[in-house]
């Protein structure tokens, strides 16, 4: 009798190791669609104030619902997970990148996901509400300095 593992848990081990990464990360084998965000959608403007408040529950909605995983604990898309997906993770610190997106692109992204089946990243339309992502959106851009009242 062999000491050490079988044939047969080793597979197993494989297998079950390749349906978590393709859990956490999606399956990469469809091509990409063309991503557009409508005209309506990237107008839109956050109708919630950015405070310190709003920051704040921004902060822990982004925390809670797992955008560090990919984007980083501070926005910079540095998380445990971003060399493993083929998403471009922008650096929300950097004001520059922030410019090249409108609220409500960044709400619409958050909102509907993007890539294949809505998402690699995933869409958070059924987890949180309207106001919650708009929260989000005021937290992320607070990364980059924005000015906020208290």
Not at 20 to 38: E, Q
Request: a positive charge; aromatic letters at 8%.
């Amino acid at each position: 009798m062999p000491n050490g593992p079988t044939r047969k848990s080793v597979i197993r081990g494989l297998v079950f190791c390749a349906v978590i990464s393709a859990a956490f990360v999606g399956c990469g084998t469809n091509p990409p669609r063309d991503f557009k965000i409508p005209a309506e959608a990237a107008s839109q403007r956050n109708p919630l104030p950015a405070n310190s408040q709003s920051i704040a529950e921004g902060n822990e909605l982004y925390a809670g619902a797992g955008c560090v995983i990919c984007h980083g604990k501070n926005g910079d898309g540095k998380g445990v997970l971003a060399k493993d997906v083929s998403m471009n993770l922008h650096n929300w610190r950097d004001r520059s990148v922030q410019t090249g997106f409108t609220d409500g692109e960044l709400f619409y992204i958050i909102d509907q996901g993007k890539g294949t089946n809505r998402g690699k990243m995933p869409a958070y339309h059924d987890q949180n509400t309207p106001d919650q992502i708009w929260q989000m959106v005021i937290y992320i851009r607070s990364l980059a300095g924005a000015n906020v009242s208290n």
